[in-house]
């Protein structure tokens, strides 16, 4: 390439190298002594040092130490990935009153010591080292963008966390727009009955939930709303919601009756069209559905008794017919087996996939618990009902269900447990014996035995799926995890973030959760979305494109390559006393991405912290060491 | 550049978006996977902002493949798989023209966590490094 | 942390563990000032003293060291180490906690972290942060990564010779350091006092702790991490790599007779994620898992579950009722097997006994503060707001309120600190109408 600048600085920089041991993550598998040697000979490399852990507070006093006393001004941190640790040196920079852009970071974990071993760790490292170094020596100190952040959230879906999030939002000052698919508030919690361990009634507390935001005047509540258009960033988006008639419930779901409350005054009926919300940050709590069970598994579809739990906790709540044996559908169950696992912990060669090749190898994490309530519940009610409940393990985890599990083995609940790979049939009875089905289990509890249960009702405890919401993540760009559920940035350092700034997740759109753990989910994605507008204003990464304006020649080509209209513009300016167009980067539009870079004739137009010069000096490192 | 074309050795630089392929690369690494260690990952936010003669420039300096790792279709940046396939597709002619094995250069789509494309892209350039320094 | 003249804050997080810096770093965040009174000499809690964390096997120093970090350095909140809160009571619409600094023979505000009085000292003794596996100093830094880097010394084994205080750069050995009281006033609480193991020394069954190579599961964490005693996994007794190793889960968990009827809720994959990282440092050796059930029920959880399966950990479903001590400092294990064999005996290198969970701080004397049945501190609506307790004000979060994994516990600190933010924000308000209405 021709080189026709003069060389940029004259003051050369001066870049501390600091090597983690990541306390023998890394340093078992490259020699960290050595690099350390090696990279201190490199040019413009002031010090090398390591330390057991640079992200510990020795580890940043180091820097910070360097820095202060002038040592240093560029740092380069060889250590695990740039999603862990990026942001703590950076601050740990800007404690010691130093710019955090003069950082660079060398995964030296992920990259080296977590897939190569010996002396080819030891070189790769050097070589990563050694590019960060030379990318550090021309790196320029920046300044975060900062733009106002709207004091006002959106949370997207109505069920408990959604309700819950916009409850505490609102609770803390910050007004909300809740945005609800169908007519009615209370999502799936609404369907359910009394909820175990601790008895409450579902419809009280959708009713306390409810309640809390329709009555909040910080709160706007849109029902039969959809998210139709996303624009914007962080602290400034902007959503197009339609407003359509009120939803129709499917006629193969079960129907429930909304419970007083639930559906507020005005629903979207009044008022069809498209509105926009701008607002400065969304927490989505789209919630789940249950699963529905292929036709024929365990006789779904095939036989009439078979139904899945949630339709027996409806039909529970809705007819109960006093006696000494349950009723379902107007018949008396004499006995009932329950089989869990429906729809969960499937397993690759076992369970067949799905039309789309999706296999739900997770647990759904709640249906035990609800399994076991409803059978104990059964067993206190009519006793005259047998209860079996065919399970592969019981995970009665959280406070006083334990309890439970011991308690409706007291009242008579029979266990028996079945091996994935061996799993119970659902089959007709043999006439004569007057039930309506049998069901045949290996059970591993009597030593493998092969037993043959009968039943008047198979009840399928059916796990969790997220709801669809592809439409939105294509919107959004939310990545997805393996199980189709949303997946968060890190589940222990950033749980309720999405990659998207201003973006949070609540509730079971990231996970099976019971409706405690939803409210906390919803509590902690609110606490952060409350942090961020609270504030007033957002800072955003400087990584945007920036002019030459003294090689602009302003053909306009960068303008055509942008990809986000109105984030580059010709302008018009005085140069020399001649009117001349030049290009100018709106900062807060600005992506990022560098397409304007590629394009640009005259070299004009680069991306800070991350420009085309940089990368060559990175591609000579790599080839020189 | 003073240097004329070097010998090249067997070194391969990877393009990996900083929201799909570089995670992904992280994966691997948590998965504890091994690949080539001569495979040298570049952070970057789109390949999109490396113009034609980026890539040319690195094949002259020695570098012996390289894989661009996009998030393809997913792209958080509308438009920018599209203007980087077409751009890629004017390299390839370069390419023919400078008498490089087109070989060397890659466009691959690789998600947050599709460790097993990873593997396979890096190992099947590995191999074709390895064939054509042969 | 250095000046402990009475203070006030908005917000008082007691227990200074994972769960005490999510909570304290979300109310700092939201603007409020916060103090975080931790027992131990450094933040961290339990956490900082594992090796890796389910299910990612990400390093738990990696995860923690940032937040402590954070908490460290935030303008907005204030560690009190080494501290032991003695009262807790609601005064004027708020809290006021009783407090005492206990001694650490280094000033603080002197002390720098430098180790010399480490090196210098002659003393070993056992180290408490290291499973109690290699010794440590009677003065010493608590460990490498604690927050804050300050010396303590360990009066119990100190033998007054003087040599640190001869080689402190800045003349911080103080021998006479007293305990010393001062008051913190906050008007709201957050409890984040989570849990310890329970104790061998109470079950016959499992010998009282006196079984050579029976180790507890945070002694294996300790053999494992990174920076753990040995540097690799060894055999205590006789400093052998085991051949063998058994997993006895439940121990101490949904059973009555020892004690604890509840799930203890993390056993399952800790041990799970021990017995991975096992066979990643020693490939050639069995390890097995004897369970009652696998309870392996958040993200991601099952699929670690299967991984661990498809790298050929045995799972065996037994209740092992009895441990011996066998041969050769083998442990042996007595156990009904579910295949039809009847009671049957196996033989171990080591075994490793998940221990259960209990509470780490009782109220009793010190706040009013109701515990239920199985001693955990009551929520007051555990469905709508699992982060309330009966006190008007005082939150809870972690495993102060229940056992609970990380990921769990992170959640519920961040919910936690919403719920104090709101209290917080609702004083404020009533506090302007007030102030209006006059």
């Known amino acids: 390439m021709t080189q026709d600048n003069p060389k940029p600085e004259t003051l050369a920089a001066k870049i501390g190298v600091y090597i983690c041991h990541c306390g023998g993550n890394i340093s078992d598998h490259v020699d960290v002594e050595t690099v350390r040697r090696r990279v201190e000979k490199m040019p413009g490399v002031a010090v090398a040092r390591t330390n057991m852990f640079m992200c510990s507070d020795p580890g940043q006093e180091m820097i910070a130490e360097d820095l202060k006393s002038g040592t240093v001004d560029r740092v380069v941190v060889a250590s695990c990935a740039p999603s862990l640790h990026e942001k703590t040196f950076r601050s740990a920079i800007q404690r010691a009153g130093a710019n955090p852009f003069i950082y660079e970071h060398a995964n030296i974990r992920e990259q080296v010591s977590c897939v190569h071993h010996g002396q080819a760790a030891t070189d790769k490292a050097t070589v990563l080292v050694a590019a960060a170094a030379a990318k550090a020596g021309q790196l320029k100190p920046l300044t975060p963008i900062r733009v106002p952040a709207l004091r006002h959230a959106t949370v997207i879906g109505a069920g408990a966390a959604g309700l819950s999030a916009a409850r505490d939002l609102a609770d803390s000052g910050i007004p909300v727009t809740l945005i609800e698919k169908s007519s009615f508030l209370g999502g799936q919690l609404a369907r359910l009955d009394r909820i175990a361990p601790t008895g409450d009634l579902a419809a009280d507390l959708v009713r306390q939930l409810v309640e809390s935001v329709l009555n909040h005047r910080d709160i706007t509540v849109l029902t039969d709303a959809e998210v139709v258009g996303f624009e914007g960033y962080i602290g400034n988006f902007k959503l197009t919601v339609r407003r359509g008639q009120p939803a129709v419930e499917p006629a193969t779901e079960p129907r429930y009756i909304p419970f007083s409350g639930m559906q507020p005054a005005g629903t979207g009926a009044d008022k069809p069209g498209d509105l926009t919300v701008e607002t400065g940050a969304i927490v989505l709590a789209t919630g789940f559905r249950s699963y529905r069970p292929r036709q024929g598994e365990y006789g779904f579809g095939d036989f009439s008794p078979v139904i899945t739990l949630p339709d027996l906790i409806r039909k529970m709540a809705e007819r109960h017919v006093p006696g000494n044996m349950l009723t379902i559908d107007g018949r008396q169950v004499r006995a009932v087996a329950m089989i869990h696992c429906v729809g969960s912990r499937q397993i690759p060669g076992i369970h067949p996939e799905d039309e789309n090749g999706h296999l739900n190898e997770y647990c759904s994490r709640v249906c035990c618990t609800a399994t076991l309530n409803a059978a104990d519940r059964i067993r206190q009610a009519y006793p005259g009902t047998r209860v079996y409940e065919l399970y592969r393990d019981i995970r009665t985890y959280g406070r006083d269900q334990e309890e439970l599990y011991e308690q409706a083995g007291r009242n008579g609940v029979v266990f028996l447990r079945f091996e994935a790979e061996n799993a119970p049939e659902v089959l007709p009875a043999d006439p004569g014996d007057g039930f309506a089905l049998k069901v045949k289990v290996t059970d591993t509890l009597t030593f493998g035995e092969t037993l043959e249960v009968p039943a008047d009702l198979v009840v399928l405890a059916t796990g969790m799926e997220p709801n669809d919401v592809s439409d939105l993540v294509e919107m959004m760009k939310l990545p997805v995890g393996t199980d189709r559920f949303l997946l968060e940035v890190h589940p222990k350092l950033r749980p309720v973030e999405m990659p998207v700034a201003g973006i949070f997740v609540a509730g079971t759109c990231q996970a099976p959760f019971d409706v405690g753990e939803a409210c906390n989910a919803a509590g902690a994605a609110a606490v952060k979305a409350a942090a961020l507008l609270g504030a007033g204003q957002v800072e955003l990464d400087p990584f945007v494109a920036e002019v030459d304006v003294d090689r602009c020649r302003g053909t306009g080509a960068c303008i055509e390559a942008c990809l986000n209209p109105g984030a580059l513009s010709l302008v018009e300016m005085q140069i020399d006393g001649q009117t001349v167009q030049r290009a100018r980067v709106t900062p807060a539009l600005c992506l990022g991405c560098g397409a304007c870079v590629a394009v640009c004739p005259e070299n004009a137009i680069d991306v800070c912290g991350m420009t085309l010069r940089q990368y060559e000096a990175m591609v000579d490192a790599i080839v020189e060491n | ?134 | 942390m250095d000046d402990h003249n009475d203070r006030n804050f908005d917000a008082l997080v007691i227990g200074g563990g994972i769960a005490g810096l999510q909570s304290a770093l979300d109310l700092a965040d939201q603007g409020f000032t916060v103090a975080v009174i931790e027992r131990d000499a450094s933040v961290g809690g339990k956490m900082i003293r594992l090796s890796k964390v389910f299910p990612t096997l990400d390093c738990a120093s990696c995860i923690t060291t940032p937040k402590m970090a954070a908490a460290a350095h935030h303008d907005r909140i204030t560690l009190l180490t080494y501290c032991d809160l003695i009262s807790l009571q609601r005064e004027n619409g708020g809290f006021r906690a009783e407090v005492i600094q206990r001694p650490r023979y280094v000033d603080a505000r002197k002390c720098i972290g430098c180790r010399q009085c480490e090196y210098a000292c002659p003393v070993l003794v056992p180290d408490r942060e290291q499973g109690g596996f290699s010794p440590t100093k009677a003065i010493a830094i608590p460990f490498s990564n604690a927050i804050p880097q300050i010396a303590v010394l360990d009066p119990n084994h100190c033998m007054l010779c003087g040599r640190c205080e001869r080689v402190c750069p800045t003349g911080a050995v103080d021998y006479f350091q007293q305990p010393q009281p001062f008051t913190v006033t906050a008007r709201t609480a957050v409890v984040t006092t989570g849990f310890e193991m329970t104790t061998l020394a109470d079950k016959p069954q499992y010998g009282r702790g006196k079984i050579p190579n029976l180790i507890d599961a945070l002694q294996m964490e300790r053999l494992l991490a990174p920076h753990g005693p040995y540097n690799r996994v060894l055999r205590p007794s006789d400093g052998k790599a085991p051949d063998s190793i058994a997993y006895i889960q439940c121990a101490g968990s949904r059973d009555k007779s020892m004690g604890q009827s509840y799930c203890s809720r993390v056993c399952c994959m800790y041990a799970i994620k021990q017995a991975m990282l096992l066979s990643g440092s020693l490939p050639l050796a069995d390890i097995t898992i004897y369970y009652m059930d696998i309870r392996a029920f958040g993200k991601g959880y099952e699929q670690f579950f299967q991984n661990a399966q498809a790298m050929g950990i045995n799972f065996v479903k037994a209740k092992v009722a009895a441990v011996e001590p066998g041969p050769d400092g083998a442990v042996v294990l007595r156990y009904e097997a579910q295949d039809g064999e009847g009671v049957t005996t196996a033989e171990h290198d080591l075994v490793v006994l998940s221990l259960g969970l209990i509470p780490a701080w009782n109220p009793a004397g010190v706040c009013p503060l109701a515990t239920a049945s199985d001693r955990f501190i009551q929520s007051r609506r555990p469905k709508l707001a699992p982060v309330e307790t009966a006190m008007e004000g005082l939150f809870a979060a972690g495993a102060a309120i229940g056992p609970k994994d990380i990921v769990d516990t992170i959640a519920e600190a961040g919910n936690a600190a919403m719920a104090a933010g709101k209290y917080l924000a609702a004083l404020s308000r009533q506090g302007q109408e007030t102030v209006a209405a006059q």
Do not use: W
């Open chain 2, 1 to 134: 550049m003073t240097t004329a074309t070097r010998s090249r050795g067997n070194k391969i630089l990877v393009l990996a978006t900083e929201s799909c392929a570089y995670p992904g690369a992280d994966s691997v690494g948590q998965a504890h996977s091994s690949y080539p260690a001569n495979v040298y990952i570049l952070r970057v936010k789109a390949p999109v902002l490396f113009p034609d003669r980026f890539y040319i420039d690195c094949f002259d300096k020695g570098i012996a493949g390289i894989v661009v790792m996009s998030c393809g279709e997913e792209c958080p940046y509308d438009g920018a798989y599209h203007a980087l396939a077409k751009r890629l597709d004017r390299v390839y002619q370069e390419m023919k023209a400078r008498d490089i094995d087109i070989r060397r250069l890659r466009l691959t789509a690789i998600c947050t966590v599709c460790n097993r494309a990873f593997l396979n892209e890096v190992n099947q350039m590995n191999a074709v490094v390895g064939e054509l320094n042969n």
